[in-house]
């Protein structure tokens, strides 16, 4: 923003009333005894969290912990030895019936399933208009969909040994992460849509007993442990209850239909205000009742009723938390429309703000301007919640409402204001019909929490050409000019309207505007002396470097979001090393009567291996230092159109090496063995023909045979279990 040139000194002009005189209302009577609030004691507002949810997170925690513990420590733990068993008794079960069933259940175990109800809930909440809570959902399935796959990882486990597995799966065997997912959509389900009480305690009862039944139906089918689905599901509601509880607590932000952000429950707080009143200002409280909410974007206004002799009016001005940090994002989102402007600064806390409005109320009141009396500010949360207590305007009424008459004489008012506002060194950065009230004749000025002390001149000749647009919706331009040369210069006014057009004009008086006059600036500068246009749009390093950060941000977040919850693939997992490593065993049980099992040399590991594995095979991808990318799929079976035989290179027993059709440039080769075959993809040009080829992939991609697996799982089993 190019701040516009200072004026003049001030040339004499038309004289004009005297300043109204000053009155100040009396403040309400104290009847009770302040109390100042002992060290230790709770504020009026506490943050307390739920007992029942506090109990819940504690056994979810203790769960997941043991459950790590037992599965990270070095030998066998007594969970280890009965999730096998557990999964063995399951299997007994198996009936046409019942397999019938659970892959009823396990139905729901699907990525493209659980997706969409991701979406739904996150859409329904926004619909519902309850946005913290659809991005405190999002944010909690992002975060506990990679806890479960950091734990999957450092668990590293396969899937049940020594159990036919005739169901679907993919990954490590252990936090089930489709069960994490299940918990996440369940939970945060009921925390967006649902009341607290029954309707919730209601929804973790079904919560639980999908959760039962799902771990059940992957015991049955042998694709999970049940503890590792009741892992996986303890994982994912404890985070989705943290978050709700500590970001959105329903105290504080009670789920409701409708209605603004900004406007909080004045009825859950209603003990906590009556008591803050009673002890920090000596007034009982009789009623509350919300108040010019229409006109309110930036707080939660009411009317407070209040025990006198006789009893009294008096407003309410509630700022919490959220409207500091709403203002922080509006302002962000202004400096990188139009660059910062010189004086929009965010507050830092909540306590700042509220004691800044009660600081400008006073000294507009010490300059004589109309302002309502304060009365102080009332803690109700430290550092959270803060209620400022000001005189209630009898009889207001808003400039723009029709029963207002505006004449020469509210005209002048108005146009004495913002002289008194320039000769005081302060401006109010926010005149707009909402603002400007009129009580017997005169008018008032409020909300004055964003005004500032020793503005810019831009800042002040802004003000100026807000309370003349306000004016003149009512009147006209050419009338409100008249008056406002009996105050100002007219180069003040030709500044006024060179430094104002859309962002520096409120929403509100746009909006008037656009109804009732849309080239009302245009009139009032086709009035005043011609004055070049004062450029709002200004680019600067910090305004670039904004920009840059932003976009860098909002990819990275896009691509979390893509890469954790739209495509999550919990089929991937670590390297097929052959050191008999757990994604080698996955490849085994993914193809469970393949007499060989293929696995990468250590050497080749070097470079970002990416694996994965499906019950209907597994796949592993490795670099070479050429840049080109050695593809291996190992399957039950591999179907081409035609093959040829390819010898050069010493074969395990009964193993046969095949040539296969494939693009020009890229070269590929069948390892065929009873029960499985492994299909290689390599660049031609890296191992050259296929009888020069087979031995250099044979000296990287190895195969294992599955008696070699069997022995290695009764090692780590110590003897419990025999076959993979």
């Known amino acids: 923003m190019t701040e516009a040139a200072s004026p003049p000194p001030r040339t004499a002009t038309a004289p004009v009333r005297p300043p109204r005189p000053r009155t100040v209302p009396t403040a309400p009577p104290a009847v009770l005894g302040r109390i100042r609030r002992p060290s230790g004691d709770a504020p009026p507002l506490p943050r307390d969290w739920s007992r029942h949810n506090v109990t819940a997170m504690a056994v979810l925690a203790a769960f997941v912990l043991v459950w790590l513990i037992s599965y990270t420590v070095t030998g066998s733990s007594p969970l280890q030895r009965l999730d096998p068993s557990l999964v063995e008794q399951a299997a007994r079960l198996r009936t046409g019936t019942v397999v019938r069933v659970a892959r009823v259940v396990t139905g729901i175990d699907r990525p493209m399933w659980f997706n969409s109800a991701a979406l739904a809930i996150i859409v329904g909440a926004m619909a519902l208009r309850r946005f913290r809570r659809a991005f405190v959902q999002l944010g909690a399935g992002l975060v506990a969909l990679e806890l479960a796959a950091l734990a999957a990882t450092v668990v590293d486990q396969p899937r049940p040994y020594d159990v036919e597995i005739i169901g679907r799966w993919a990954g490590y065997g252990a936090p089930s992460i489709s069960g994490t997912y299940l918990a996440v959509l369940l939970v945060g389900g009921a925390y967006c ?71 909080l429950d004045l009825d859950m ?117 803060y209620l400022l207590v000001t005189e209630f305007a009898h009889g207001a009424r808003e400039i723009s409402d029709p029963e ?120 009032f500068r086709a009035l005043a002396p011609h004055r070049p246009l004062v450029r ?27 890469g954790t919850v739209l495509t999550v693939d919990p089929a991937e997992v670590g390297p097929p090393t052959c050191s008999a490593s757990t994604p080698v065993l996955l490849f085994g049980q993914a193809v469970p009567r393949a007499a060989y099992v293929p696995c990468i040399a250590g050497r080749a590991v070097g470079g970002n291996v990416m694996a994965g594995v499906d019950d209907r095979g597994g796949r592993a ?21 035609r093959e040829e035989p390819v010898a050069g290179a010493v074969l395990p027993p009964a193993a046969l090496a095949a040539r ?37 992939l044979l000296s990287v991609v190895h195969l294992v045979a599955r008696s070699d697996l069997d022995a290695h799982v009764s090692r780590l089993t110590r003897g419990r279990e025999s076959h993979l």
């Open 193 to 263: 849509f649902l009341p607290p009480g029954r309707p919730r305690r209601w929804a973790a009862a079904a919560t639980s007993v999908l959760a039962a039944l799902l771990a059940l139906a992957k015991a049955v089918l042998g694709t999970s442990t049940p503890l590792s689905v009741a892992a996986g599901v303890s994982l994912g509601a404890l985070v989705t209850l943290a978050a709700f509880s500590t970001l959105v607590p329903d105290e504080v932000f009670p789920p409701r239909r409708g209605g603004r952000a900004a406007h």
């Open 269 to 385: 707080r209603r003990p906590a205000i009556a008591k803050g009143l009673a002890s920090q200002l000596g007034v009982r409280l009789l009623d509350l009742k919300p108040f010019g909410l229409e006109a309110s974007g930036g707080s939660s206004p009411m009317k407070l009723r209040v025990d006198g002799n006789p009893p009294q009016n008096l407003f309410g001005k509630l700022y919490a938390k959220q409207h500091v940090r709403a203002d922080r994002y509006y302002k962000f989102g202004r400096a990188l429309l139009y660059g910062r402007l010189e004086d929009e600064r965010p507050f830092q806390s909540v306590r700042r703000l509220v004691q800044y409005e009660d600081y400008l109320l006073r000294m507009m009141r010490d300059a004589g301007l109309p302002v309502v009396a304060t009365y102080g500010f009332v803690e109700l949360t430290p550092e959270r919640e």
């Open 404 to 523: 207002v008459t505006v004449d020469d004489r509210l005209i002048d008012d108005g146009l004495e204001i913002v002289r008194l506002l320039w000769d005081s060194g302060i401006a109010h950065r926010d005149i707009k019909a909402g603002n400007l009230l009129v009580r017997d004749g005169r008018m008032v000025l409020i909300d004055v929490a964003f005004a500032e002390v020793r503005p810019s001149p831009w800042r002040q000749a802004v003000d100026l050409a807000n309370m003349m647009l306000v004016l003149a919706l009512r009147t006209d331009a050419e009338r409100v000019y008249r008056r406002a040369l009996r105050v100002f210069r007219p180069e003040d006014i030709a500044e006024a309207f060179a430094a104002s057009r859309g962002v520096t004009i409120p929403s509100q008086s746009r909006s008037m505007m656009a109804a009732d006059a849309p080239d009302l600036c245009g009139e």
């Open 536 to 562: 709002i749009q200004r680019w600067s390093p910090r305004r670039i470097g904004l920009w840059i950060a932003t976009v860098v941000g909002a990819v990275a977040a896009a691509g979390l979001l893509v």
């Open 621 to 641: 991808s490795f670099p070479l230092p050429s840049g080109g990318t050695v593809q291996v799929l190992f399957s039950a079976g591999c179907r081409v159109q």
């Open 660 to 696: 296969a059709p494939a693009p020009a440039g890229t070269g590929r080769m069948l390892l065929t063995f009873a029960g499985g075959c492994v299909d290689l993809t390599y660049p031609q040009e890296d191992f050259g023909p296929p009888e020069e080829a087979l031995p250099r």
